[in-house]
């Protein structure tokens, strides 16, 4: 039986604005690097996504950060940049009934194979967002960065696709489901999206095996709630038209 590889995983470094030298240093090497970040672990609602970025060397767009300290507008305006500038972008995405079938973890790493596995060319080394690389793809070089949406450019440029493609995919559904507001929780616990939980029990986009997504006072069946959504998760795919 064949052994997992062990792969360095880089030491945590304090927050700093993302640059490509980590892209150099630390086990990269040389070839061919991507970044790989997810978004929407901890959601009540809507699919964990993951994207893969391979950016040139130097990669020209200006003000790329991890998506969580960008407003809105300027997210938008760098996702286009970005895919603009690509070498190389893949995303990939796992539903609610998956994350509910094989739990959070699981599901993140296999949206962030399919992210990975949309490259092309195919990459030689990942660099992948947090504490632990991706099972499914222990034949690429991967090196764990911890808090690697501040410290690597092409994870940075990573998580701002997904918070993108994933926030784009919420506002579609916030149509079908307005009760919720997913327009502008994009699928979190906030009061309002509680309380609608507890008014109209969960819908078909909602992560039943979450604590509070079923609340024991609504009286609502695990399998009953509103069944309006008439659209579904993109798979795995690649390309600047996403």
């Known amino acids: 039986m064949s052994r997992k590889k062990a792969w360095p995983t880089l030491v945590p470094l304090p927050a700093l604005s993302p640059t490509d030298e980590v892209e150099g240093r630390g086990g990269a090497g040389d070839g061919v690097i991507a970044g790989v970040d997810e978004v929407g672990r901890g ?67 296999i949206a962030m194979s399919q992210a990975v596995e949309a490259l092309d060319p195919s990459p030689t080394c990942l660099l992948v967002d947090g504490n632990q690389t991706i099972p499914q793809l222990d034949h690429i070089r991967q090196v764990a960065l911890v808090k690697g949406d501040n410290r690597s450019l092409s994870v940075a440029a990573a998580s701002i696709i997904a918070k993108v493609a994933r926030d784009e995919f919420m506002l579609k559904v916030h149509e079908d489901y307005p009760m919720y507001h997913f327009a502008t929780n994009m699928g979190y616990g906030t009061a ?43 798979r795995g795919s690649s390309g600047r038209d996403l």
Request: aromatic share 4%; charged share 20%.
């Open 43 to 109: 959601p009540l609602a809507g699919p964990v996504v993951a994207a893969a970025v391979i950016l040139p060397s130097p990669c020209s767009v200006q003000g790329i950060a991890d998506s969580k300290t960008l407003p809105a507008n300027q997210r938008e305006e760098l996702n286009e940049l970005i895919r603009a500038e690509v070498v190389s972008v893949g995303v990939g995405w796992a539903d609610a009934a998956e994350v509910d079938r094989i739990n959070i973890l699981r599901a993140t790493f």
């Open 192 to 234: 309002a999206h509680r309380d609608a939980l507890s008014r109209f029990g969960p819908c078909p986009l909602h992560r039943r095996s979450f604590r509070g997504v079923i609340p024991p006072e609504s009286g609502v069946d695990a399998a009953a709630g509103p069944v309006l959504f008439r659209g579904s998760c993109p």
